[in-house]
């Protein structure tokens, strides 16, 4: 692990730490992660605030958009920081990156300055390469915990809160919203939350949705989109 560690260090300082000049938001949970993590990117690339992604299935530099050609959700240390390089290089103003346990657990986060964490969901998948529930939730958690330790961050003049965002859906959300951070959102569609989506429709294109008296309609099928819809409406609202 202190192979890894060092690793994750020294790729940060080849690439003179370009999470540190663009707002960053990591984005973890058994499942959605990919989809969250585009839906945000849309709201705010398309809201004129150019945005960068790393996802498992694709990565964005703005509006240019390639295949993730490594079939990982975190490749290599370098190749994180060798992407977020180009993406600040680029002008992007925020960058997503879909956080998995197992690059956590390998300390594939450090160097990555974290200012939001979202938690999608959490079941037992993935539990062989960690060897209990337990230790996967755990290691999860570390993204959340990285939120507060990475440091303030004034970007044009302005200083970025340290913000977690949660569904409260999930019986396991107020295990990562214990961690230390400025401000705490919640969401959800069942439990009481912060932004809580009512009377979600299906629809022959998408699904609609209610949320503070806002009609929302998402062109993508199936009403198990809205809770991963829900954090780009959050990220969206923040100053």
């Not at 240019?64 to 994180?80: A, D, K, Q």
């Not at 569904?167 to 230390?180: G, I, R, T």
């Not at 989506?197 to 929302?216: I, R």
Request: proline share 3%; with cysteine.
């Amino acid at each position: 692990l202190c192979y890894h560690f060092l690793l994750s260090i020294l790729a940060t300082v080849v690439f003179h730490f370009p999470s540190r000049k663009m707002i960053t938001i990591g984005i973890t949970g058994t499942k959605g992660k990919t989809t969250t993590a585009n839906f945000i990117w849309s709201v705010l690339n398309h809201s004129g605030i150019k945005t960068g992604l790393l996802t498992t299935a694709n990565l964005k530099i703005g509006d240019e958009e390639i295949l993730n050609p490594f079939h990982m959700t975190m490749p290599g240390r370098f190749v994180v920081q060798k992407y977020l390089r180009k993406m600040k290089d680029a002008g992007c103003k925020v960058v997503i990156v879909e956080t998995t346990s197992q690059g956590l657990v390998q300390h594939r986060h450090i160097g990555i300055a974290y200012d939001f964490a979202v938690f999608t969901n959490l079941t037992p998948e993935h539990i062989d390469s960690h060897g209990s529930f337990e230790n996967y939730k755990a290691a999860k958690k570390k993204l959340f915990d990285a939120v507060s330790k990475s440091g303030t961050k004034i970007l044009e003049g302005k200083k970025i809160a340290k913000t977690i965002i949660a569904n409260k859906d999930s019986e396991h959300a107020d295990y990562y919203l214990s961690s230390p951070s400025e401000k705490k959102i919640t969401f959800s569609i069942e439990n009481n939350s912060d932004f809580r989506a009512e009377n979600v429709s299906a629809l022959p294109d998408g699904v609609g949705f209610n949320l503070s008296e806002v009609n929302y309609r998402i062109r993508i099928l199936g009403t198990f989109n809205v809770i991963n819809a829900l954090p780009a409406i959050i990220v969206g609202q923040e100053d």
